[in-house]
């Protein structure tokens, strides 16, 4: 029972430097999304995709951007990596329709020197 | 998506039941309850979720108060491995379809004593 799979799982970039995050589900689900966790807090929605093909801005948009590669994989990057995306990046995914609970990967944690 | 107040931290011991409040006053008619719990190093897992009457489920109860403004988790008999960050989250059955995100406050650290 994989469910969502995230790589890597820790990273270290230098300011400036791009990275991609990867993503996968072997639920059949419609939806992913990516959150961050920022010590202390809760998750904040980055973007999420309510289907293959498409995606929406969440709460925590600037300095990403994701493409919904197919219905499995959902990737997040980093095109100019800066300190304050230093941070726990998280992938999830649900069933279509509201009462379906999301599906948590372990999450990536990356820090930016 | 209608605001939620926790309580920071609460500590319980193990084999007791664990009754975890949430205050939702400004919950509207459309916005079902949710309950996730986050374990130490891992993404938040789904518990429960309810609209008015009370839930049961192998994981937890959720007991919802007649005027819907508050509700509670409630973990039968508390283990170790219920030691966790529990977050009360509210959705709105006409937002977005229910592709849209989920809403996170800072939740309640739930700590278990042996």
């Known amino acids: 029972n994989a469910g969502v799979t995230q790589t890597p799982k820790f990273q270290v970039l230098k300011t400036g430097q791009s990275m991609t995050l990867q993503c996968a589900q072997d639920?059949?689900?419609?939806?992913m999304y990516w959150y961050r966790q920022d010590p202390g807090m809760g998750l904040r929605l980055i973007y999420y995709?309510?289907?293959?093909?498409?995606?929406d801005k969440g709460e925590v948009p600037n300095g990403y951007n994701v493409s919904r590669l197919n219905k499995r994989e959902f990737s997040l990057r980093l095109e100019s990596a800066a300190p304050s995306q230093t941070s726990v990046y998280f992938c999830?995914?649900?069933?279509?329709?509201?009462?379906?609970?999301?599906?948590f990967g372990d999450g990536t944690r990356l820090s930016i020197l | 998506d209608a605001k939620t107040t926790q309580p920071n931290s609460m500590e319980s011991n193990e084999e007791e039941p664990v009754h975890l409040p949430c205050n939702h006053s400004?919950?509207?008619?459309?916005?079902?309850i949710h309950w996730y719990r986050q374990l130490p190093s891992q993404g938040p897992e789904y518990v429960i979720h309810?609209?008015?009457s009370n839930v049961n489920n192998r994981m937890a109860s959720l007991a919802i108060a007649e005027d819907r403004k508050s509700s509670t988790l409630i973990l039968h008999r508390a283990t170790l491995r219920d030691a966790a960050v529990y977050y009360c989250?509210?959705?709105?059955?006409?937002?977005?379809?229910?592709?849209?995100?989920?809403?996170f406050g800072k939740g309640t650290h739930l700590i278990i004593q042996p």
């Open positions: 999830a995914s649900s069933g279509r329709g509201w009462n379906q609970p999301q599906h």
């Open positions: 639920m059949n689900h419609n939806s």
């Open positions: 995709s309510a289907s293959e093909g498409t995606t």
């Open positions: 400004t919950i509207s008619g459309t916005d079902y």
């Open positions: 309810g609209l008015t």
């Open positions: 989250i509210l959705r709105d059955v006409n937002s977005g379809g229910g592709a849209d995100g989920l809403t």
